[in-house]
């Protein structure tokens, strides 16, 4: 059984560093994508980051390119979101998620595996 925990939100002012974690379980993800999307209250869910399991690529929304770093750890078969230079507009659920493939995708409807979520919340 597939199992993603996330941990790491909590609140944070504006310009300050989160890191997320998500611990993966219950089979290899070699041939997987992991990704970070994030919802706003009232919103939908948007993709933030992904990063591919087998080849360290990775892939950024616009609005979080060059602030977010995701990143993996094999041994640990965890894998991370730092968040830099948080914003207001950060403020939302993150929630990891693992797609079977090595193709990515922005597509929250197109990834097989979710955390339950983690909080983050950016005051001004």
């Known amino acids: ?3 993603l ?3 790491g939100g909590g609140l944070v002012q504006a310009g300050g560093s989160l890191r997320l974690s998500c611990a993966a379980s ?4 070699s041939n997987y994508i992991m990704g970070w999307f994030r919802q706003a209250p009232g919103k939908e869910r948007e993709f933030a980051t992904a990063i591919s ?21 094999n041994a ?8 830099n230079r948080l914003k207001p507009e950060d403020t939302a659920v993150y929630y990891c998620a693992a797609r079977y493939g090595k193709a990515w995708s922005r597509r929250s409807n197109e990834y097989n595996y979710w955390g339950q979520g983690t909080q983050v919340t950016v005051s001004s």
């Open 5 to 7: 925990v996330e941990s």
């Open 76 to 83: 640990k078969n965890t894998f991370y979101l730092q968040m």
């Open 53 to 73: 399991w087998s080849f360290g690529t990775t892939y950024y929304a616009d609005s979080v390119k060059g602030r977010f770093t995701i990143s993996k750890d």
């Open 1 to 3: 059984q597939v199992q």
């Open 26 to 29: 219950g089979r290899t993800f």
